[in-house]
């Protein structure tokens, strides 16, 4: 079974910076886009950030780019997003999702099949 | 950017009851991208549905999807206690606001 184990999130002062990372295992890591969705306590989710197998595409919801850098490393099977001058509506828990399509492009997606358990990001002075 | 809505916002229901979900798009899509999710409190959404009617892996039968272009559809047969949830769908990268199926 796959799986997917988010770390890095936390407390962190307005205007800050924080980096999440997510290990995946149990499947060909750098054969699948991966993709950040993230849900604020008691809200719906919100798509964040993809990126191709191939790091080749990658894309940002319009909330998060120019601020938020996706990218993963497939020696380490890892998944990152750098996350600067962070914003109080950036507070959520930040999920790590595998896209289902094998070799699929990290801004569009038919579904994720997998995710992990979430990281809380909280963003407050 | 699209928008999805789904309504009803709750669904208040018994087991063994059908439920039946709509997400409507404010324009036409490719069905390839639509996606159904469970979520329950505490944990990471749960893929039930993708393609607009694929069941995803270990999923039941009891749970069906269709649709295409702006309307989608999630039911659910006879629902179980278990299927008392929030379900959100998904058209690519845009979520659905969630609809609550409760008892």
């Known amino acids: 079974e796959v799986q997917l184990v988010e770390s890095g999130g936390g407390l962190v002062q307005p205007g800050r910076s924080l980096r999440l990372s997510c290990a995946g295992s149990r499947f060909t890591f750098d054969d699948y886009a991966m993709h950040w969705v993230r849900q604020a306590p008691g809200k719906g989710l919100e798509w964040v950030s993809g990126?191709?197998?191939?790091?080749?595409?990658?894309g940002y919801a319009d909330s998060v780019k120019g601020r938020f850098t996706i990218s993963r490393d497939d020696a380490k099977k890892s998944l990152f997003l750098q996350m600067n001058s962070l914003r109080a509506e950036d507070t959520a828990f930040y999920y790590c999702?595998?896209?289902?399509?094998?070799?699929?492009?990290?801004?569009?997606?038919?579904?994720?099949?997998?995710w992990g358990q979430g990281t809380l990001v909280s963003v407050s002075s | 950017e699209i928008v999805l809505t789904q309504s009803p916002g709750t669904l208040s229901l018994s087991p063994g009851e059908r439920a039946t979900l709509s997400c409507r798009a404010s324009?036409?899509?490719?069905?390839?991208?639509s996606a159904w999710y469970q979520q329950k409190p505490g944990q990471a959404p749960r893929l039930l549905i993708y393609g607009a009617s694929n069941r995803a892996t270990g999923i039941p039968d009891r749970f069906s999807g269709s649709g295409s272009g702006t309307d989608f559809t999630l039911t659910i047969n006879g629902l179980e206690p278990e299927d008392f949830a929030v379900y959100y769908c998904?058209?690519?990268?845009?979520f659905g606001q969630g609809t609550k199926v409760e008892i």
């Open positions: 999702a595998k896209d289902i399509e094998y070799r699929g492009s990290g801004y569009s997606t038919t579904g994720f099949d997998s």
């Open positions: 324009h036409s899509f490719s069905s390839s991208y």
């Open positions: 990126i191709s197998w191939n790091s080749d595409g990658i």
């Open positions: 998904q058209l690519s990268r845009t």
